[in-house]
């Protein structure tokens, strides 16, 4: 059984940051490569970042590339996302997901299997 739970969501100014937290409740010894996506009111999910547990290489979409870190800690099971250089757009629910075993695509929703509830994060122009 999967668990993740986000939290770190919240008001900021643009151009403020804000750091969220994946808390991930994972069968021993699983690898489940994890990612941040975000649904904008409105609009569909959308990829944000995508980490690989083993080794830690990192996948960014091109909003947030350069301005978003995606991290874990492998003794904490916890994943993060450093947000720098907010803008409005940015505005949306930020939910963690597992990527399904043998994933080929890390930027489709379609490829994640286990979610969160989801975390608000809302920049204010």
């Known amino acids: 059984q999967v668990q993740l739970v986000e939290s770190g969501g919240g008001l900021v100014q643009a151009g403020g940051s804000l750091r969220l937290s994946c808390a991930r409740s994972v069968p021993t010894f699983s690898t489940y490569d994890m990612g941040w996506l975000r649904q904008a009111p409105g609009k569909e999910r959308e990829f944000v970042a995508a980490?690989?547990?083993?080794?830690?290489?990192?996948y960014y979409a091109d909003s947030v590339k350069g301005r978003f870190t995606i991290s874990r800690d492998n003794a904490k099971n916890t994943m993060y996302l450093q947000m720098d250089s907010l803008k409005a757009e940015d505005t949306a629910v930020y939910y963690c997901?597992?990527?399904?075993?043998?994933?080929?695509?890390?930027?489709?929703?379609?490829?994640?299997?286990?979610w969160g509830q989801g975390t608000q994060v809302t920049v204010s122009s």
């Open positions: 997901a597992t990527l399904r075993k043998g994933w080929v695509r890390w930027d489709r929703v379609y490829e994640y299997a286990y």
């Open positions: 980490i690989k547990w083993t080794g830690g290489s990192t």
